[in-house]
């Protein structure tokens, strides 16, 4: 009979003992596994928002602040820009586009985000793929709005339908004499854009001036804007531009170099994760290591009938280590299902909640690569028992002992 074969019999025979082993080392293995995509998801969604945008243009503050309000709508502006410096520098020969941004209205707790019809023609996520409306199209008077998936899922909102829309993310004072109608209802895109109500920027002048008496058609201030070049070699002259700006104090920034400053930050946090991971993954192997070691006493016997048999040091050190690799592919194959299904589970959840992707949920290269090096370890560990047992005399597991 092959080690295998003994192996699997004898874990048979002590299959509570097993089955705690297995699954000790499948929730640490799940555990690590969940925790490393989560973090390869997050930060490919937090990129993915950005991927069209060459520089983001706001009132002088710190450029993560910056990133943080005017693309995924975390916080507030510190200040507002003036709109001759937008259409100043939309004009410049190496901007290709700009797109203005207001912010600071909400509906029924989500954002407000006052724009451009340009807006749905030049913003791109994940790999630079288009904005697409699910329902309606994009709004074409002053008082159209149109609202994110997340918007439509949550309030029930489908084209034609009013809101009214409030100052400030509180809400305590409406507009209710300005009521907008919907005309679109964006595809899902797993960004800010989700949680968001867009309506032309003049609305927004308009609410909050009792239609422009002043006869202005373009608002005083605006919140930032995205800007995309025609060329990415002029991105570092464009930027030293803005940033030197006369007119007023103004920052530009390259989202993912603002986007790396956020990753140290949560660095500390994500290495706690991991750290916390391998600890319950080693907690797992150490189980079954003293499992294994516990088990040595009650086996003697058992060893000293294979010597008996015929078995050699080689088989019976074959046995112990084939039960501990077992033990650990097991247990990692069933905590790496175990993390892709929760996680498949989640997704849905995590996309309108927080507006988060989640990637493919079958097992990727590294999720193996973890796996095999939880088996290789415990192939390691599963040594030092076997090298125990291979070190007692057949006259050891036949005696008695009183």
Known sequence: MTPFALAWRSLRNRRATALV?????????????????????????????????????GARSGPLNLLLYSVFHIGDATNEIAWSSYEAIARWNEVDWAVPVALGDSHRGFRV??????FFRRYRFGARRDLAFAQGRAFGA??????????????????????????????????????????????????????????????????????????????ATITAFFVGLKSRAATFAVQRRINDYAAEPLLAILPGVALQSLWRLVGVAENALRVVGALVVATGLAGMLGVLLAGLNERRREMAILRALGAGAGTVFALLVVEALVLAAVGGALGLALACAALAGASDFAAAQYGLQFGAAWPSSRDVLLVAAVVAVAAVAGGVPAALACRRSLADGLSLRL
Do not use: K, W
Request: with cysteine; hydrophobic share 50%; glycine share 10%.
């Open 142 to 219: 002053t008082f159209e709005a149109v609202v994110g998936a997340d918007v439509a899922q949550r309030l029930g909102y489908a084209p034609g339908r009013e809101l009214v829309l409030t100052h400030g993310l509180a809400g305590f004072v409406a507009h209710e004499n300005d009521p907008f109608r919907i005309v679109g209802v964006l595809a899902r895109t797993g960004t800010p854009v989700d949680a968001a109500v867009l309506v032309d920027l003049s609305a927004i002048d308009a609410i909050h001036r009792d239609f422009m008496p002043d006869g202005r058609e373009a608002p």
């Open 113 to 118: 985000v006052g724009t451009t019809a340009e």
């Open 21 to 57: 082993c297995i699954a000790t080392i499948a929730l640490g293995v799940a555990v690590t596994v969940a925790v490393e995509r989560i973090r390869a998801d997050v930060r490919a969604s937090f990129a993915g928002t950005v991927s069209g945008i060459d520089l983001v243009v």
